[in-house]
């Protein structure tokens, strides 16, 4: 109804004024955080470990929440020691749950600051701002006649997504997956049950006694490899090989991969410094900083006190690693974090770096 | 920095350019220590501050409702009264000063505030972090010093308007918030010639200004004591509930004005806090700013209640080296500072809050009259430095 319609955006814009100059949402943050529609966030409703080195998360999203497809992943921005940090999951639960809920599962990654301050300190309550799930490595509506599914270490989490929501719907699913160690085996249990129960048929690896799995290995596993629809996740390397044999067989089509890019930035000197927008893009050495740099090379940078106070010179920088040249300390910014505004008058590359400007 | 004040008594003339770059070093480690401890507590103290001070506000709106009622109308001018320093000191200014970007919030981050005032947060930015913080107390550089229309140095020149300067600022504590705005916008400069008044970057900035008044007004003036009309209603009293509500947040409004202006005139005003002469910053060292800012700032002395409501302005001379560390780090960081102005045998300003008002005030009276005796001519600068060793290729 145009009446109501009209009467309701009068009214809300009444409520807005009470606020001003902030939003009403502001205030219902302090009571209800997950109310806020501008801002995504989750609760942890449970932390179940799944393994030594790997943790469950069940989470209740906020409003505006969009259902995930099976295979699908989510970003979550996590506050490690202050600073808000993000990181894509995949979700582990199976489509559709009753109650709202969905389950991502953490596994910890070496020198990674946000799996291992989830093993060590997710708890019940806790608040995460969250993403809208995405990704195109989903099963199809119309399920596969064949399906194979070839994952390592946790590339299993978002092809557990898909069996549980789907695997009572795949007449012939085959799982082969390696882990180091059988405890090492995320879902462990819960895949030997989906093969005792021939929903799937499970082929275990553990790379600690049996070495790495090779593709030709695979084919002598599941001779009908080319004919299966096929699902990989796991390492790089794994599924570099995996999408060469594929070729080679002329099969890439039937052959979806999910990567995570490692977001270990590490911290060196200097670095090429690109400016998207303008298509500039410079060489700046270490101590030059990033405005300076920017100058030279022709780009028009925003600039004001040139020491650090103001910050009316900082940019976004979607990507890089960046030092401040006062006291050395360093941000990083990796492709799955929002772009964080850097005050450029201050800060020198340590890598490569791309701003929005 | 070449020349200080001058004065019958230089205060760094002991100081040799190698200790200026000493004392930069020293507090440069300061800073470093502490960049590194900035992190959790941090982010939970700011968390907690914005969580305490919306409780406190939508309280005590939630009382002005029954602001028909005189002790329900002290309660909630008291407790808005709080809520608007706290949402303006320790929150908005510290926020604003980028001190909490660090969290990669965008709720608490220095691009996305806004806060209760009339200055948009985006004006004050430009004015008070970057001209305010670069040029502190360098004379014609830095509006701070008597807001553009105020004799506060001895050094300014004498003009017969002056003589109202004690009115000026008295006019402008309570009406604070709107001689900020009009401050931020140059109004003296930018009304001058037709040229500069029709100028759109002006015309941008004063609309952007009027909208924010409007929208504040509306809220407090306007929205809140309708709310109250319907109690009123139930009580037989509509307009005294609207007209009680409208003089509670007004009268919040100018508490809140008088103790930021106050709290702000300790911070440069006081007796011992020097000004710099307009060329004095060409090619100025990093120590040397470090060293401007400790002689041109005065600290508050108080307990810890104190700091929290002057957003720890009371160590305006620690904010004023570390301008972007989070506030409440000040405390922590004050003691080092001080055995710093020790060692170097410099003058740390500070004292309660009574003293250094009546202090800034008496400088107000003072030089609203002329001097009296000529300003002294004796030139203190620092002796030149050194020119570098040239090296001889062997």
Same mark, same amino acid.
């Given at each position: ?182 405890? =090492? ?7 030997? =049950? ?53 070729? =080679? ?87 799955? =974090? ?20 | ?170 006019? %402008? ?138 957003? %720890? ?33 410099? %003058? ?47």
């Amino acid at each position: 109804m145009p009446v109501t319609q009209t009467l309701r955006n009068g009214a809300w814009r009444v409520v807005e004024l009470l606020t001003t100059p902030v939003v009403p949402a502001d205030y219902l943050d302090v009571i209800a955080p997950l109310r806020n529609p501008d801002v995504l966030r989750a609760r942890i409703e449970a932390v179940r470990p799944e393994t030594a080195k790997s943790v469950t998360l069940e989470l209740r999203p906020g409003r505006n929440w969009q259902p995930h497809q099976p295979g699908q992943y989510v970003r979550l921005g996590v506050d490690v020691d202050g600073v808000r940090l993000w990181r894509a999951y995949s979700v582990s639960s199976a489509a559709g749950r009753p109650g709202g809920t969905f389950t991502v599962t953490v596994n910890a990654v070496a020198d990674g600051v946000v799996s291992s301050y989830l093993l060590n300190h997710a708890r019940r309550g806790m608040i995460l701002t969250l993403d809208l799930p995405t990704g195109d490595f989903v099963l199809p509506a119309r399920r596969p006649g064949k399906a194979l599914f070839v994952t390592a270490g946790s590339g299993i989490t978002p092809v557990m997504g898909m069996l549980r929501t789907a695997a009572h719907e795949l007449p012939d699913a085959v799982v082969v997956h390696s882990a180091r160690t059988e405890e =090492d085996v995320v879902f462990g249990s819960e895949l030997r =049950d989906l093969h005792r129960q021939g929903k799937i048929r499970l082929i275990e690896r553990h790379t600690g006694a049996d070495g790495r799995l090779k593709p030709a290995d695979l084919s002598e596993l599941v001779p009908d490899l080319f004919e299966r629809e096929t699902w990989a996740c796991g390492p790089g390397e794994m599924l570099d090989a995996l999408t060469e044999h594929w070729a =080679d067989a002329g099969a890439e089509d039937r052959l979806h991969v999910e990567r995570f890019r490692p977001t270990v930035l590490v911290a060196g000197d200097g670095g090429t410094v690109a400016f998207e927008r303008s298509g500039i893009s410079t060489e700046a050495p270490a101590g030059v900083t990033v405005l300076d740099a920017g100058e030279a090379a022709g780009q028009l940078m925003p600039s004001g006190c040139r020491m650090g106070i103001c910050f009316k010179c900082v940019l976004p920088m979607r990507e890089g690693i960046v030092r401040d040249v006062r006291d050395g300390s360093v941000t990083t910014v990796t492709e799955l =974090d929002e772009p964080v505004l850097i005050q450029t008058c201050i800060s020198a590359a340590a890598g490569p770096c791309r701003l929005d400007a | 920095m070449t020349t200080l004040q001058r004065k019958d008594v230089n205060p760094i003339a002991h100081l040799t350019p190698e200790d200026i770059e000493a004392i930069g070093r020293e507090l440069d480690a300061i800073r470093d220590e502490f960049i590194a401890k900035r992190g959790e507590k941090d982010a939970t103290y700011i968390r907690n501050m914005i969580k305490v001070q919306r409780r406190l506000e939508v309280g005590s709106r939630a009382v002005l409702l029954f602001s028909l009622f005189p002790p329900a109308w002290i309660i909630g001018t008291l407790g808005l009264s709080i809520s608007k320093i706290l949402e303006n000191m320790e929150i908005g200014h510290n926020i604003l000063h980028g001190q909490y970007d660090f969290m990669r919030d965008p709720k608490i981050h220095s691009t996305t505030w806004e806060w209760d005032s009339a200055s948009p947060a985006e004006q004050w930015k430009h004015s008070h972090n970057e001209l305010h913080h670069k040029y502190t107390n360098v004379i014609g550089r830095d509006n701070d010093l008597g807001y553009g229309i105020m004799r506060v140095d001895e050094q300014q020149k004498w003009v017969p308007a002056h003589l109202g300067q004690p009115l000026y600022n008295f006019i %402008n504590a309570i009406f604070f918030e709107y001689g900020i705005a009009a401050y931020d916008l140059e109004l003296g400069r930018n009304l001058k010639t037709k040229k500069r008044r029709s100028n759109p970057a002006f015309r941008a900035a004063l609309r952007q200004v009027g909208r924010k008044i409007r929208k504040q007004a509306a809220k407090d003036y306007l929205v809140h004591p309708l709310l109250s009309v319907p109690v009123g209603l139930a009580f037989g009293n509509p307009l005294g509930a609207f007209l009680g509500t409208l003089s509670a947040n007004a009268v919040a409004s100018v508490v809140r004005n008088l103790w930021s202006h106050s709290v702000i005139m300790c911070g440069h005003f006081p007796k011992g806090v020097e000004t710099f002469e307009r060329t004095s910053i060409t090619g100025e060292t990093r120590g040397e700013w470090y060293l401007r800012q400790m002689l041109g700032s005065a600290n508050i002395s108080g307990s810890k209640l104190m700091h929290i409501m002057t957003g %720890n302005l009371s160590h305006q001379i620690e904010h004023h080296l570390f301008p972007d560390l989070p506030a409440s780090r000040y405390a922590e960081i004050a003691p080092r500072v001080r055995e710093l102005f020790e060692k170097y045998d410099l %003058n740390y300003v500070s004292g309660p809050l009574v003293v250094q008002v009546a202090s800034a005030w008496s400088k107000v009276f003072r030089l609203a009259l002329p001097n009296r005796k000529p300003a002294n001519d004796i030139d203190h600068s620092i002796p030149p430095r050194p020119a570098p060793a040239e090296t001889v290729a062997a």
